[in-house]
């Protein structure tokens, strides 16, 4: 069992940056970071895949970047110029589904951000 836990969120000005970590109990191949807020069903923001491939939402493309650093397994998700919009409970998740994109083995227990404006 891989455990998940997100970390480094909280207020950032409108324009900040954001930086978040995800530390894992073990070794992963794949992460992915997701965001939902109350009323909205979750959206997808990041993935880096198994196999390298990293893809990245229409909403953050430009802005955002996923990375991972293996001796720490620990994963990360950097975003620049925040928009209100990016205000969130944000979730990372580990070991993709081979059938499903969206479906992982591991979630982590979520980080608020608010941005402030």
């Known amino acids: 069992q891989v455990q998940l836990e997100e970390s480094g969120g909280g207020l950032v000005q409108v324009g900040g940056s954001l930086r978040l970590s995800c530390a894992a109990s073990?070794?992963?191949?794949?992460m992915g970071w997701y965001r939902q807020t109350p009323g909205k069903q979750r959206e997808r923001v990041a993935i880096?895949?198994?196999?390298?491939?990293?893809t990245y939402a229409d909403s953050v493309k430009g802005r955002c970047t996923i990375s991972r650093d293996t001796a720490l397994n620990t994963g990360f998700l950097h975003i620049d110029s925040l928009k209100p919009e990016d205000a969130a409970v944000y979730y990372c998740?580990?070991?993709?589904?081979?059938?499903?994109?969206?479906?992982?083995?591991?979630w982590g227990q979520g980080t608020q951000v608010t941005v402030s404006s």
């Open positions: 998740a580990a070991e993709q589904s081979p059938w499903s994109s969206n479906s992982w083995w591991y």
């Open positions: 880096s895949a198994e196999d390298g491939t990293i």
């Open positions: 073990g070794p992963i191949n794949s």
